[in-house]
């Protein structure tokens, strides 16, 4: 049932013949599968008239308001609750700002607050909740729940965030890091997903540079958790010490903090849009400072096409809506830089969920969970929904 | 079968209680696809005694010497042909000087005559040869068995080099870039295998760095075929031109012509032998030199850690052995800068077979088809030894 559910969600609209051509099923198991989606109320079938004698068709479809998802992303300075339905539309969203020394408990009770009203919402428009998912600064030991040490969020140290949120929510819960999360997002709502390629690297630029590798559709986790750790490529050898214990890694020059202590070492309050007013200003140290960082950005960039051979790079965080207008110059230069076979194939795409990226992709846990083991998953809902 | 045939591989000698452990197979099931491993030659019993009552174990183990595989590398500077058994002991190697601007069709005529030579020895002795495999620098179009556009190695561009060793040769040839081979040495006869870790990065360190990462037990291939290029990862951002397109690749200062170049750019006679010499005897540009090498190949293999997250990384290729020595430096260095839950399990080895490492990579292709699909290898063995 998983891969039938799979196929639909990558080519839907889809007739049933379409997908036993697909599935190499029969066409009857396909009718049985089909038929058990249907009762489940996870697709809805619309009527599709072709050619110039009006044939109709029945065509399969997700039917993407039948379960609402909930995502919560909590970050360094905000937390964030979303309701998405099942193909990752934000229904609603609440932000909360908070600041580094918030207790992690006082943003639990924030966070767990906003989740109960939602769910009550979604049972009292006679919706069901698939699931909830959690996107939280990494690294993390997954199987337990428990954060690790996380840079730059104090407080939150071995905190066991699982376990804290599923007593006060009653429900499971589904975790993984940001830039895990947020790559998924693309993964099962986004540019994965549309363009029909399922290897790809997600970056996340903001205050850290984080990043998630999904190769064939899956996460890549690596030996010890840490594969796709974008922001530690050592770009300055010997250069400025990093959080993670490394010098010079692309974090330390192409994050916020790092643009900024480069530009203007002496003013720690100056901001990444007073640095951007500058550039616009024409001011010859912010531009560059703003020169040297696309620089970093492009060499790194070349540095994935070379280790990761990837499909497409996605790219989002706090930084990137202020380097969106440079993709042009940067795909450009990468080309250049790249393998003569890969220079045709050098594609770098604008994350697809802005602000909740993060928000989204705790959502899209549920979701991928969902196409890999729907059966379990649907009884799961069906007993927390009785 | 080939699920069997893979266990036994990796934790013989086993019993078939063991195996049933080990597969979740059923004793029945066990007992007939041994019998038909053993039938076929693969496999052989031996006795264990065990306790102090004497009581006697059947374990099942390769039959190493069943056999025989013939692995063929053409470089830019020579080329080897090897024999191996089935657990990738080199039997026989013979190894021919060329230069860059040998005809490929002589080249191959060499092969030809070397591998033929072989394959007659291996029938005089009644013995049976399972394949041949081929390792050849890259990059290559994998699916037609042709050459691309390798650096640094005209004359080869384009090339049909399975079809003209496969006519040549009447057999199947199964190939694959060097850097790529070398790491499948080590999957299936080398380190991989002994450590039981089915994810690293294997790098190739002489005229260029190449590079193959393993993950799962599997070659990572990339979207076009260019994954684990780590010889191109940028170290020296806006540094010397590299021959792939971009500027300062790790091969650009870590390989022997970047050394050399960094070293005495007047000379170009000046060989690494020449340099290591200098370095002993502590001429103070070769040790300034020698320092800035270690530790650009310290930056890159961090950065290796943090974006594979390998189990391991194992190091070869001409210029490793110059490099050996310092191995326990760099891991330290590379310890202190790699994420703190990572830093007990940086693990560094040296390739396992040396200069011949490419050419028992080629026979590593056949053992690995082997395993992945037995009847089919073994079928088209027998009708090549009818």
Same mark, same amino acid.
């Given at each position: ?164 949120? /599923? =007593?006060? !929510? ?6 993984? @890091?940001? #830039?895990?999360t947020s790559a998924l997002a693309e993964r099962w709502f986004g540019h994965s997903r549309k363009l029909k390629e399922d290897s790809f690297v997600y970056i996340t630029m903001g205050h850290g540079i984080g990043g998630g590798v999904v190769s064939n559709g899956e996460i890549i986790l690596g030996n010890n958790g840490l594969y796709g750790q974008v922001g530690h490529i050592t770009v300055v050898p010997g250069g400025e ?56 950005? /492009? =060499?790194? !960039? ?6 990761? @051979?990837? #499909? ?75």
């Amino acid at each position: 049932m998983s891969q039938v559910l799979k196929d639909i969600w990558r080519i839907e609209p889809v007739s049933r013949i379409e997908l036993v051509d697909e599935t190499k099923l029969t066409s009857g198991t396909i009718t049985n599968l089909t038929l058990d989606l249907l009762k489940a109320g996870l697709l809805k079938e619309t009527e599709l008239t072709t050619g110039s004698v009006g044939r109709r068709r029945v065509m399969l479809r997700l039917n993407e308001m039948s379960f609402k998802i909930i995502g919560i992303d909590i970050g360094r300075s905000s937390y964030e609750v979303v309701t998405t339905n099942l193909i990752g539309q934000i229904l609603d969203s609440q932000e909360v700002l908070i600041d580094r020394d918030t207790d992690p408990l006082q943003v639990l009770e924030g966070v767990a607050a906003i989740v109960r009203k939602s769910m009550s919402q979604i049972s009292e428009q006679n919706d069901k909740l698939l699931g909830i998912g959690l996107s939280i600064p990494g690294p993390m030991n997954l199987k337990e729940g428990v954060l690790l040490v996380p840079p730059n969020f104090p407080h939150w140290e071995h905190f066991e965030i699982r376990k804290e949120l /599923e =007593s006060r !929510l009653g429900r499971r819960i589904v975790m993984n @890091d940001d #830039a895990r999360t947020s790559a998924l997002a693309e993964r099962w709502f986004g540019h994965s997903r549309k363009l029909k390629e399922d290897s790809f690297v997600y970056i996340t630029m903001g205050h850290g540079i984080g990043g998630g590798v999904v190769s064939n559709g899956e996460i890549i986790l690596g030996n010890n958790g840490l594969y796709g750790q974008v922001g530690h490529i050592t770009v300055v050898p010997g250069g400025e010490l990093c959080e993670c214990g490394n010098r010079g890694c692309w974090e330390t020059v192409g994050s916020i903090p790092g643009i900024l202590r480069r530009w203007n070492p002496e003013n720690k309050n100056s901001t990444i849009e007073d640095f951007f007013k500058a550039v616009q200003a024409k001011d010859p140290s912010a531009e560059r400072c703003l020169e040297w960082t696309l620089q970093m950005m /492009e =060499s790194t !960039l070349t540095t994935l096409f070379n280790v990761y @051979d990837p #499909a497409l790079i996605i790219i989002g965080g706090k930084l990137y809506p202020y380097l969106e207008s440079y993709v042009p110059r940067i795909r450009h230069h990468v080309q250049a830089s790249v393998y003569p076979s890969a220079r045709s194939h050098v594609i770098i795409e604008s994350a697809s969920f802005g602000t909740s990226q993060s928000a989204v992709g705790a959502a899209s846990l549920v979701f991928g969970e969902l196409v890999e083991r729907p059966l379990d998953v649907l009884d799961e809902v069906n007993m927390a929904n009785e």
